[in-house]
């Protein structure tokens, strides 16, 4: 018989097949001092449970370490690495501080300029007038290059740096001067200015102070254009006393920079003889300058020189260095063509019910005499006045860049079908729907 220390007995010799796997051990119960048979299902059961425990805890420790990556797994799937912005495009705000002020001001970048494809972008710096002063850095987009942009922004591709005067100052302030050029030299840093397709423009108020960066500058710009500008300023009227030698030192700072003058003939602001006096002395010295003058405008030519078409194409065809080119053009542009008179049969061809092309809008043109009329969906009736046989103004309205004109549009049979309403800016097309008559 075994000791008492050892309380397990050895295994049984089984009696027949089924105790072998029903009797395995025999333990020694303390309290009755004999031994008891212990069935191997419990004794399996038993062990089964343990190992089970055991392997639930390792997976459960496992589980517990394996977790944090997990989350921070499913929280990466969930919030992608953040990707840089592209970069915004069109008018933006932006601001440059020099001793200490901060002065908010305005750039322009074509929907086409992209941050990462290393293109050089033509620059121009714009100088707006006396009435766009102020320190909120917008209204200098209300007028001028801004306004010719918004019309027609597939002509500008440019990044236009667009600075402000504060409200009490001048451009040809010394500390003005220094802050366009900051604001040229900043802009064209981050945006990839060209440094040889920079160009200077102003007008009215900022034409004074694009002549004088145009002297102080002379080899920075590619080009220059001011409407309605001069360098007789109308804040210090002394400067009339240089009139025969302050142009001369103008047009001999300013060299061979080809320069476009704008001004409209009754300007009584700017008077037209500035654009003319710094016509005719950069015309001496042998320099290239355009001088267009508009018939019948007042201050206010820039808003027509601007939309001009052939503008933005003549200043990319400039670039630095320039080869010196000799050129003195002088222009009187009426603001309407000379009209001429059709005859009854012309006109009564024309005439009819005109119908907005998917609206409700309906107009009519028609005779009264030798008179040709429209009579727009309001009610209102203006003459129309013709340029050729087919197209036609309003000559009652206000001279400006946005004359409208009606250019009526024919079949192969050469019978009117609709007109084109086009203001410079865009194009309506309306559909004739009946004929009309005196």
Same mark, same amino acid.
């Given at each position: 018989?075994?000791?008492?220390?050892?309380? *397990? &007995?050895? /295994? =049984? %010799? /089984?009696?027949? /097949?089924d105790l072998v796997t029903t009797i395995r051990f025999q333990r020694f119960?303390?309290?009755?001092?004999?031994?008891?048979?212990i069935p191997l299902g419990i004794t399996m059961m038993k062990s089964k449970m343990s190992r089970l425990f055991r392997i639930t805890a390792a997976c459960l420790a496992l589980a517990c370490m394996a977790w944090p990556a997990a989350a921070r797994a499913t929280a990466s799937n969930s919030h992608p690495a953040k990707m840089e912005a592209p970069q915004d495009t069109g008018f933006l705000n932006r601001h440059i501080v020099l001793k200490g002020i901060t002065y908010r001001f305005q750039v322009y970048l074509p929907e086409e300029w992209r941050r990462d494809d290393g293109k050089k972008w033509p620059v121009i710096l714009s100088l707006h007038g006396r009435g766009e002063r102020g320190s909120e850095g917008l209204w200098q *987009? #209300? %007028?001028?290059? &801004?306004?010719?942009?918004?019309?027609?922004p597939d002509r500008w591709p440019? %990044?236009?740096v667009m600075p402000q005067c504060p409200q009490t100052s001048h451009w040809t302030d010394p500390a003005m001067l220094d802050l366009a050029m900051a604001a040229l030299d900043q802009e064209s840093a981050e945006f990839h200015g060209d440094p040889s397709r920079t160009y200077l423009t102003g007008l009215s108020l900022g034409g004074y102070g694009a002549w004088e960066l145009a002297r102080l500058h002379p080899h920075r710009w590619a080009a220059l254009v001011i409407a309605a500008g001069g360098v007789f300023w109308s804040y210090e009227p002394d400067r009339w006393q240089? &009139? =025969?030698i302050l142009p001369a030192g103008y047009a001999q700072a300013v060299g061979h920079t080809p320069v476009w003058l704008f001004h409209g003939s009754l300007d009584n602001v700017v008077p037209p003889r500035q654009s003319e006096l710094m016509f005719d002395a950069l015309k001496a010295s042998g320099g290239d300058v355009r001088l267009w003058i508009y018939q019948g405008l007042k201050h206010d030519c820039w808003t027509r020189a601007y939309d001009e078409p052939e503008l933005p194409r003549w200043m990319l065809a400039h670039h630095l260095p320039a080869a010196p080119e000799v050129l003195a053009e002088r222009l009187v542009i009426p603001?309407? /063509?000379? =009209?001429? #008179?059709?005859?009854?049969a012309q006109l009564d061809s024309l005439t009819g019910e005109y119908r907005e092309p998917d609206a409700h809008a309906t107009g009519t043109i028609f005779r009264q005499g030798d008179q040709l009329f429209e009579k727009n969906p309001g009610?209102? %009736?203006v003459l129309l006045q013709a340029e050729s046989a087919d197209t036609f103004f309003r000559p009652g309205e206000k001279a400006s860049a946005k004359d409208f004109h009606l250019i009526f549009e024919r079949d192969a049979?050469?019978?009117v079908t609709g007109y084109l309403l086009d203001d410079n800016r865009h194009q309506e097309r309306w559909v004739k729907t009946g004929a009309g008559g005196r």
């Open positions: 018989m075994p000791g008492m220390g050892d309380k *397990t &007995a050895p /295994p =049984t %010799v /089984p009696y027949g /097949p119960c303390d309290s009755c001092q004999k031994f008891h048979l *987009t #209300q %007028v001028g290059i &801004a306004e010719a942009v918004r019309n027609h440019f %990044v236009i240089e &009139a =025969t603001l309407r /063509p000379p =009209t001429i #008179q059709l005859s009854l009610g209102d %009736v049979g050469g019978h």
